[in-house]
């Protein structure tokens, strides 16, 4: 007898993770258009701009909490030890971005080539962030516990939820003119303390999934750390992509309008990045067992999101949703537009590499991971420091910027994810 295929398990799984996404991107798209509704839109959408960018080195860190979850909460004295590690990780973490946002003013100000104009703004808007930092480590590791339990239409049913509430928010915001910082801050914080609550209550409702009889682990915090510690670099190393090239375009005569049209392109694009980064729960989940069946699922995924990114970026619907959409004006429109296209290569380098990514999680090997960020960063850096004084750096060559860094990262990542030499006879 033929063993089924495990392809209609995959999809269950993924596409409730895929949605996620986009319901993130919306959420964000939604936030620019409240932004480019108000006066000085442009200086506004900059200065949240920066705040994200160095917010995200942040969140970054905690990106990874789902996966380090789902891999090590098994049984109930696991799970105490994991949410006791990322509660209090998260903590430190919000203790550093109040930090940064009051005594690290000059070097922020320094490191974006703020303009007096956006100080202010930018440094209200990432004080008021700093809370945001520890709800978020509770909300990834709620749901890390339901994507290891293969419940990710919850996952996806408080996503909608989140992103109503926010919208919600952001609606009585801009109606009562409390302005970009108590609107935008404001609404995320609603937003967060519901997701939160209702995904502990989704946890109460689902089971466990069954395991072997065998005595959960408990992992002490030095394996916990040597898992972590490699894919919070991870992250923390993507999150400086933009920032290094908002540093590199913040300078330029243009620099506010290129590093607007760049935060309405990227944030396009995320919605096709969080589906692609979908794959690090895929692997976590259920192992590295019937790879061939994996390789293949992952490369229909990999065709219908670069041609979705294709008729986005290529066709008029594009220019629909940031003008129309967003309220963008011709020129941010026409800007963004141009990275839009460049990133359509996208999806294929994100999946090829957490491809390799997905075997250094589970075979806990996430030093990989970290060497491979590193280049990345390190690749962003060099080109964007060639092309800046020979001003290059439109929107569309940061795109191409960025996209070089993925490569360079995929290429290390596929060098360690090579099986272990085998120790001499």
Do not use: C
């Not at 900059?46 to 996966?67: E, G, I, T």
């Not at 320094?110 to 008021?128: H, I, K, N, R």
């Amino acid at each position: 007898m033929e063993r089924a295929s495990p392809q209609g398990r995959y999809w269950a799984f993924y596409w409730p993770l895929a949605l996620t996404g986009a319901v993130t991107v919306l959420g964000s798209q939604i936030q620019n258009g409240v932004l480019a509704r108000l006066d000085e839109a442009a200086t506004t959408l900059a200065a949240y701009a920066v705040a994200q960018a160095v917010l995200a080195l942040f969140n970054a860190a905690q990106a990874f909490v789902p996966q380090l979850t789902n891999r090590f909460a098994h049984g109930d004295a696991a799970r105490r030890r994991v949410r006791g590690y990322v509660l209090g990780l998260s903590a430190l973490l919000t203790l550093a971005v109040a930090l940064l946002a009051t005594l690290g003013q000059r070097l922020i100000a320094f490191s974006f080539s703020l303009s007096p104009d956006l100080e202010g703004l930018v440094f209200a808007f990432l004080l008021a962030l700093a809370p945001l930092v520890w709800l978020n480590g509770l909300r990834f590791y709620l749901i890390g516990r339901l994507i290891q339990r293969e419940q990710t239409g919850w996952v996806t049913v408080l996503n909608g939820i989140h992103l109503a509430v926010l919208i919600a928010a952001l609606a009585t915001g801009l109606t009562l003119a409390w302005g970009p910082v108590a609107t935008l801050v404001g609404a995320q914080a609603l937003a967060g303390v519901v997701h939160a609550a209702l995904a502990g209550t989704a946890l109460s409702r689902t089971t466990p999934r069954a395991t072997s009889g065998d005595e959960p682990i408990l992992p002490s915090y030095g394996r916990l750390s040597a898992f972590f510690g490699p894919v919070v670099f991870t992250g923390v190393m993507f999150a400086l992509s933009r920032p290094l090239l908002y540093g590199a375009i913040g300078g330029a005569g243009d620099g506010i309008l290129t590093i607007a049209a760049l935060r309405i392109a990227f944030d396009f694009t995320f919605f096709f990045q969080q589906a692609a980064n979908q794959f690090r729960h895929f692997f976590v989940t259920f192992g590295l067992a019937d790879l061939a069946e994996k390789r293949r699922f992952m490369l229909r995924v990999t065709f219908g999101l670069t041609l979705a990114m294709a008729l986005t970026g290529f066709t008029p619907l594009g220019t629909l949703l940031i003008a129309q959409g967003i309220g963008a004006d011709a020129v941010v429109t026409e800007r963004a537009l141009a990275a839009l296209q460049v990133m359509t290569l996208l999806p294929l380098l994100i999946i090829v590499r957490n491809y390799f990514h997905g075997i250094l999680m589970v075979e806990e090997r996430t030093g990989g991971m970290a060497q491979g960020s590193l280049l990345r960063v390190l690749t962003i850096f060099l080109l964007a420091s060639a092309l800046a004084p020979a001003n290059l750096l439109t929107p569309a060559g940061a795109a191409w910027i960025l996209l070089a860094g993925f490569a360079a990262e995929t290429l290390v990542v596929a060098w360690r994810a090579r099986p272990p030499r085998p120790p001499d006879a």
